[in-house]
DNA sequence: TGGTTCACG
DNA sequence: ACGTACGTGAACCAC
């Protein structure tokens, strides 16, 4: 311990407030009840920060106690005008302390006093006991507190950085002593607290005074000496202001605070209140901290036992268990099985793959539909299984889509992430096991894998009870039993089929493509007058709006925006924005489909295998990735031509697509149960033609012309995205009022619709969520936001979510249905892909008059709506050609 | 790693 | 007055 004694005063108020703006990520920071944690994430940075740098012995957050003070007594505006405090800091306002006294420090308000009142007293006293004093803050005017024991840091932009005042470097900056700071707002004021000072008096006029004169009541002693000029009248004019700003401006130092000084002595961190904060805050990364700085981190886990398996036997299985199949790369049609686990209450054992993975009564009991077993990410444990020769069956319980159907946040692949949303932590993080980045490895030691397993087999075994509580608790039961976990095993099969892509196709257009991209290269450059990375948005902005001198339309975060509809507009004016719109055109389709979907054919089996990832969007979409073959191109007929390559994988078969027809309109019709809408669903009039009719009153449906009807789509487009004028008049280039016209006679002529929305978003602001269909949850915090962006946001998202994700529970129903026919017909045929609306099989060419009957039946009918939902299938050699 | 652009529904 | 359409993934650049 260091004999010297170091107090460390911060003035919380003021951090407060710098951390909430320094860090203003609101949605990134919020915990699982939808509460903002971003400024108590940015405090506890400072506040580890500090006890590094500094190592205080003693410490104190001050915060303001109130509005009224005994400034506001002499001086009733005193910091008047100011904005209330944003509703997502005052939420977290409460947590500062409980943050502040789990790291050891006290707290402390006083009623009628500021925190710079209770700084400026403890800082006096300390200074006479012979402390080392040091103030952190926000505020400069707490610069004439600095002494020759006592510092004064004054946060820069945001938080992290930090600028020290000593009285040397006051002296040095500003040619004065720091307690005439005081003077100096005296004759300055302080706008931010609402004070004037002297008119016309800034802080270069009142340093070159108060160097002059040395202090106010100095300065008006000798004001008749001074030379008659405008600024005198002003001093003289605004004396009693000086006078009151200088008081106001003045820290006291004997406020009567309650506390001795060695009652603010550091106590020990508490652990234990820590790691619960930072659990209900979801500050992971700190808490990984925390277990790393502790000595002995398994000493925090409860004991375990577990049986390293070197034989299997029968007994090692039981009828229900749980079980966890590790493998350290994220695609698991290429990775590499490390060791497996598996237990139930009485016992749990763990083995390596090739142990495991060789035993027969493994492969029994996996393989066993009457042996029920609980998993986290069934999806990605049956496709690893299968890779090795086993087809696990029986899947009853798959703890990653509970906790995502509970929470949509949770996707992460790491067990103990989401195992901590429900206070478990007797499991590591897969990072402090086996590393990150380049690093990333599986430990030496054996034990240290097996018992990381184990501990996750324990985990999911803990966590049932508890999420099927919760399922059941939100109405949420059927959704994850009925849908979401059949699914699982729906999509694990697709995923594993794959879809054949013939490379010749591919090849052929890489090289054609390559070709012409040279070609349109020199002729951009050409245009340009030098060579340049057209792929580079930053170099392209210099060459068009610094060498060519055009008009810049748009910005984006960093410089000018290159986007296409700029393009498109400079294309008026020269060629060379055409030029790079088509290259960009050619170089997306080489890039992302050519050469990138060349890269994940197998060569084994010429197929490519999707992962679909369940547990990710925040509507209840599937989303799809390595590749992604949820945006293989469409509109355009070059890109088009992409799907030429996708083929069945047996010689003779089809490709059999089947897609949804308006399915959002049509479930938004259903739900916001407007007449005029469903009517037109009802009697299979066109959707955009019908609206056409209606919003711009129209008799005849042969008078809607194709501008017309695509006018009436934009809207029809815009009410499932959660119209604003704005954005409508951005997509259909016309004025905002005009938009705003097309919308109101919208809502006049589709009242239910209208009608809807204000109803949905009134229920988010009630629950805090809204429901699909089939009772999947949206949380929407910001939907009560003060921040009208956010708050808009969160509307838009109210009325938007329910309409997709209501079609998205529609298509899984469907997908688990035909998936179910299929085996029950003996069909041939395979489910390949899922597109959102759309549903892609291939299928022997004898099959296809089954499947134009089936699928349309199936999809059509997946659940019963108030207007008819409608399939339109197609077929053909080729994905290409089922069109 | 974040920003920009662009492919899809 | 505010500054937006809803939901995704991949390639590329620049730091």
Not at 3 to 15: C, N, R, V, Y
Not at 299 to 324: K, P, R
Not at 443 to 455: G, V
Not at 863 to 880: E, K
Request: proline share 3%; net charge negative; charged share 30%.
């Amino acid at each position: 311990m260091a004999d010297k004694k170091k107090l460390l005063l911060l003035d919380g108020s003021s951090l407060a407030f710098r951390s909430f703006y320094g860090l203003l990520d609101l949605n990134r920071f919020k915990n699982q009840n939808g509460l903002h944690t971003n400024a108590l994430f940015a405090f506890n940075r400072i506040l580890e920060r500090l006890f590094q740098t500094e190592e205080p012995t003693h410490m104190l957050v001050a915060f303001d106690a109130g509005k009224t003070t005994f400034r506001t007594e002499f001086y009733d505006e005193y910091k008047g005008g100011r904005q209330t405090m944003p509703s997502e800091l005052a939420e977290q306002w409460p947590y500062f302390k409980v943050l502040i006294e789990a790291m050891g420090s006290k707290t402390y308000e006083l009623p009628n006093f500021e925190a710079d009142d209770i700084i400026g007293t403890y800082a006096r006293q300390a200074e006479k006991e012979g402390f080392e004093v040091v103030i952190i803050t926000g505020d400069k005017d707490l610069t004439q507190l600095a002494t020759d024991q006592t510092r004064v840091d004054i946060t820069v932009k945001g938080v992290s950085d930090l600028k020290a005042y000593t009285p040397e470097s006051i002296r040095e900056e500003m040619g004065i002593e720091p307690l005439q700071i005081i003077d100096l707002k005296g004759l300055m004021g302080d706008s931010s607290d609402n004070y004037p000072g002297v008119r016309k008096v800034g802080e270069k006029t009142a340093l070159k005074l108060i160097k002059e004169y040395g202090s106010v009541e100095n300065l008006y002693e000798q004001i008749d000496s001074m030379k008659k000029s405008k600024m005198k009248e002003n001093l003289v004019a605004d004396k009693e202001n000086a006078f009151l700003s200088k008081r106001l401006a003045t820290i006291d130092l004997d406020t009567p605070v309650e506390m001795e000084l060695n009652q603010l002595t550091l106590a020990e961190r508490d652990a234990e209140k820590l790691v619960s904060f930072y659990r209900e805050m979801n500050f992971n990364s700190f808490l990984n901290d925390l277990d790393h700085t502790e000595d002995d981190r398994s000493d925090s886990f409860e004991e375990i036992v577990y049986e390293a398996v070197e034989t299997i036997t029968e007994d090692h299985f039981s009828n229900e268990m749980a079980l966890y199949v590790e493998m350290l790369e994220d695609n698991y049609h290429y990775g590499k099985i490390v060791a497996i686990s598996w237990g139930d209450e009485k016992h749990l054992y763990t083995g390596k793959a090739e142990v495991v993975l060789q035993s027969d009564e493994f492969k029994n009991w996996a393989e066993d539909q009457s042996k029920k077993k609980s998993v986290y990410d069934a999806k990605r444990t049956i496709a690893m299984l299968h890779y090795a020769g086993i087809e696990l069956k029986g899947v009853t319980f798959d703890m990653l889509l509970a906790s995502y159907i509970i929470n949509t946040n949770d996707s992460g692949r790491d067990i103990a992430a989401v195992a901590q949303e429900y206070q478990y932590t007797d499991v590591s993080f897969d990072e402090t096991v086996y590393g990150k980045g380049a690093k990333i490895a599986v430990p030496e030691d054996n034990a240290i894998l097996f018992e990381h397993l184990a501990r996750k087999v324990q985990a999911i075994l803990k966590l049932k009870t508890q999420l099927i509580t919760e399922l059941e608790k939100n109405n949420q039961y059927d959704l994850y039993f009925e849908m979401e976990l059949p699914l699982a095993m729906v999509l694990a099969e697709m995923e594993i089929t794959g879809i054949k892509v013939e490379p010749e196709q591919l090849e052929k257009m890489k090289v054609e493509f390559s070709k012409r991209l040279e070609e349109m290269e020199q002729q951009i450059y050409e245009e340009a007058g030098e060579e340049f990375n057209v792929n580079s948005p930053k170099q392209l902005s210099v060459i068009l709006f610094e060498k060519m001198g055009l008009t810049p339309i748009k910005k984006t975060k960093t410089g000018y925006s290159t986007a296409v509809d700029v393009l498109e507009k400079l294309s008026v004016t020269v060629p060379i924005a055409q030029m790079i719109l088509d290259y960009r055109q050619l170089a997306k389709l080489q890039s992302t489909y050519v050469e990138g979907l060349l890269k994940y054919i197998k060569p084994e089996t010429g197929k490519v295998h999707t992962r679909y990832i369940q547990t990710l969007t925040q509507t209840g979409r599937l989303s799809s990735t390595d590749p992604n073959l949820q945006n293989i191109p469409i509109r355009m007929e070059e890109g088009r031509k992409i799907r030429q390559a996708f083929v069945p994988e047996k010689e003779g078969w089809k490709i059999f697509a089947s897609d949804y027809s308006q399915i959002e309109l049509r479930v938004l019709a259903h739900i916001s149960g407007d007449e005029h809408m469903k009517e037109a669903f009802i009697e299979g009039q066109d959707i955009h033609t019908s609206t056409a009719m209606r919003v711009f009153g129209i008799e005849n449906p042969k008078e809607v012309d194709g501008n017309i009807r695509r006018q009436a789509k934009a809207v029809n487009f815009g009410i499932v995205y959660g119209i604003s004028d704005y954005g409508l008049s951005q997509n259909l280039g016309i004025t905002r009022k005009q938009a705003k016209e097309f919308i109101d006679r919208y809502f006049e002529k589709y009242p239910g619709i209208q009608a809807f929305m204000e109803r949905i978003v009134e229920e988010a602001k009630e629950k805090g969520f809204v429901e699909t269909l089939f009772h999947r949850r949206r949380y929407l915090p910001d939907i009560k936001s003060s921040n009208f962006n956010l708050r808009s946001f969160a509307e838009r998202t109210a009325i938007n979510s329910p309409i997709q994700g209501s079609a998205a529970d529609i298509i899984k129903v469907a997908m688990i249905r035909m998936q179910k026919a299929i085996k029950e017909k003996n069909l041939q045929a395979k489910m390949l892909l899922q597109v959102h609306d759309e549903l892609i099989f291939e299928c022997p060419e004898e099959e296809v008059a089954i499947l134009e009957e089936l699928v349309p039946q199936i999809m059509e009918n997946a659940v019963d709506l108030t207007v008819p939902l409608l399939v339109d299938s197609n077929y053909g050699d080729s994905w290409y050609d089922a069109k």
